[in-house]
């Protein structure tokens, strides 16, 4: 086996008086692909920063492959000091790089290069700093929550990209479905330490429960032996006449052992407050419309949703998600149409921009509303520590400001104040940012146990499948569609997923009258195509390529005469090797096909 490319060891790391790594261990090898796993605070992205160079280890080892480039993708990207975008993004690549590689990406993922990064959006930053991390195309790619601020589209054109890469790829996530599809290893970052395993994301939680089993088994073990020897302290015959001062040391090392142990950590305990049964009918829109500045954003839309519904929303940032939604709960007038709400609603609302919170406000504070030390809930009060211990905050938080909480700790503050109001309908906008997996799994259940109407705005596609009864897509032009059942229900009666807003590019040429010859390229020929789309156009040929080259080894190789005689398991392999690689190929020729006759139509 080839040596790692990268290779960090006995990493070790504190803040503060926490130690938070305690001997993690990363090795990144040619081409692999590894999702980084763990929950909230348990220092995924201080490893992924150690690996990248950007922070200094306590202790531990940093070796990188002389000649290798590796390129990381921070969380929160910081575009200061740059002019446009294309600078920034152009700030990655090195001498020998494909300088036109970082306008393509910018252009592929909706920017111009052009743009000031002080007045940028969160999901163009992040957009931004995808092209300044892929451009260089390098060895090795470092990826913190790079679907955090992007919408369908670009995230599943992130993930095809990335595909077709041949960088070895770090990745840190809290979107199930792109590490499903992405990850071919696992490494688990657990109380300090690192556990690997050479299977991708969709094997870990079982390989997750496997190791907390062994561990109450081994603390089973280890509590009877304690017992044991403790009896022969007090009862054993030999004990009586003269105390066996290595069997003392052992049983104080047992003692110890056990002292140390550190279990996994709790589980957030939720529970949401119903209220009365609404009336049947939550919401029915007959023929609403609205637009803004001659923009249509809604456009004779039509649904009746009733009690015990779970409607999802999905579509390109700026589609209208948003309004559409304020729309069917009354929160918002529709332009012509009717509204008609149900009766007896109570709803609360997830706000997925942390606007209601105040960053100055205590922990404990903002968990009550200021109202005391007790958390009400329903018709039921709960001291404040116990209810933050349900959210896995400490006793020593209570106090902490707001403004220092992490991205995961300020989203299950805003779930712990919602969930503690009576409702019957939850309007949820991207519940899903910031949460480590363990925590969206319980807020799936909850969800899924609440007896209310949901309405929920995500780009989660594991999330919408595991919880919608059906899914609101924007078609195009203003006009919305409803399809019954998830996210891949859609999908699979749609032909397609989600697709970009093509109002930017429309917009474009009115803004640049001077430079009509750019008028004669095939964009607008090409804007049928959704960002998967254009992707696959581009890459097929070298997929093509690719297994043409596959074909003439795996010919070679049979055209030896004695292969049949010698080895006739290799010659069979071989052969329906070569019959398969030639399915695809021609698979693959129908695909280029279909979407150039799409993209020329």
């Known amino acids: 086996m080839a040596p790692p490319l990268l290779h960090i060891r006995d990493i070790r790391a504190r803040f503060g008086s926490t130690e938070i790594l305690k001997g993690a261990e990363l090795a990144v090898s040619q081409g692999e692909r590894i999702c980084l796993v763990g929950r909230n605070g348990s220092g995924k992205s201080t490893l992924l920063k150690i690996a ?21 993708l921070p969380q929160e990207p910081d575009l200061s000091g740059y002019k446009t975008t294309l600078e920034y993004a152009e700030g990655g690549l090195a001498p020998g790089d494909d300088q036109y590689r970082a306008q393509y990406l910018l252009e592929v993922l909706g920017l ?56 070895a790829i770090v990745l840190i996530s809290h979107d199930r479905r792109f590490l499903e599809n992405l990850s071919r290893s696992t490494v688990w970052i657990d109380r300090g330490t690192s556990r690997r395993m050479e299977e991708g994301f969709s094997k870990f939680e079982e390989w997750r429960d496997k190791v907390f089993e062994e561990e109450e088994k081994d603390m089973a073990r280890l509590d009877l032996k304690i017992k044991q020897e403790e009896h022969w302290m007090t009862y054993g015959v030999t004990a009586r006449r003269k105390r066996n001062m290595r069997r003392v040391r052992e049983l104080a090392d047992l003692r110890q052992k056990k002292r140390d142990h550190r279990g996994p950590q709790g589980t957030a305990k939720m529970a949401v407050a119903e209220a009365e049964v609404s009336g049947k009918r939550v919401s029915e829109a007959t023929n609403i419309s609205k637009g803004y500045d001659g923009r249509p954003i809604v456009k004779d839309f039509s649904t009746r949703i009733n009690r015990g519904d779970r409607v999802g929303f999905v ?50 504070s903002a968990m009550t509303g200021g109202r005391g030390d007790m958390v009400i809930i329903g018709d039921q009060a709960k001291h404040v520590m116990s209810y933050m211990k349900d959210f896995l905050f400490t006793p020593e938080q209570a106090r902490t400001p707001v403004r220092v909480l992490s991205g995961g700790e300020r989203g299950r503050l805003l779930l712990a104040r919602a969930l503690a109001s009576e409702s019957n309908v939850m309007v949820l906008d991207e519940p899903t940012n910031d949460l480590d997996l363990e925590t969206l799994d319980l807020l799936q259940e909850l969800i899924s146990d609440y007896n209310g109407t949901v309405f929920l705005v995500s780009h989660d596609r594991d999330f919408l499948d595991r919880i919608c009864s059906s899914v609101i897509t924007m078609e195009g032009d203003g006009k919305w569609q409803e399809y019954a059942g998830g996210y891949s229900d859609m999908v699979a009666q749609r032909g397609s ?78 052969t329906e090797a070569v019959g398969k690689a030639h399915e695809q190929l021609e698979a693959l020729e129908e695909e280029w096909l279909e979407l150039e006759m799409l993209a020329e139509g």
Not at 53 to 72: K, L, N, S, W
Not at 127 to 137: G, M, T
Not at 542 to 553: N, S
């Open 112 to 167: 111009t290069g052009q743009e000031d990064p002080a007045t940028l959006s969160g999901g163009e930053a992040k957009r931004a700093a995808i092209a300044r991390a892929l451009a260089p195309e390098p060895d090795i790619l470092l990826l913190d929550e790079p679907t955090n601020h992007l919408d369908l589209p670009v995230i599943e054109w992130l993930e095809a990209e990335l595909k077709q890469m041949k960088s």
């Open 315 to 364: 579509g390109p940032n700026g589609a209208g998600k948003t309004t559409l939604l304020k729309m069917l709960i009354g929160e918002l007038e529709p332009d012509s149409g009717t509204i008609q709400l149900g009766t007896n609603l109570q709803m609360i609302t997830l706000d997925q921009k942390r606007e209601k919170l105040d960053p100055n406000d205590t922990l404990a």
């Open 497 to 574: 997923g989600v697709e970009a807003r093509k109002t930017q590019k429309a917009e474009k040429p009115k803004k640049d009258k001077a430079e009509k010859p750019k008028e004669d390229k095939p964009a607008a020929k090409k804007s049928a195509l959704s960002f998967t789309q254009q992707h696959r156009l581009k890459a097929l040929p070298a997929e093509m390529d690719a297994l043409q080259d596959k074909i003439a080894k795996l010919q070679k190789v049979l055209e030896d005469p004695n292969l049949f005689t010698g080895n006739p398991d290799k010659f069979h392999k071989a």
């Open 52 to 72: 990248a160079g950007m922070m200094e280890a306590d202790h531990g080892e940093r070796f990188v492959q002389p000649g290798c480039t590796i390129r990381y």
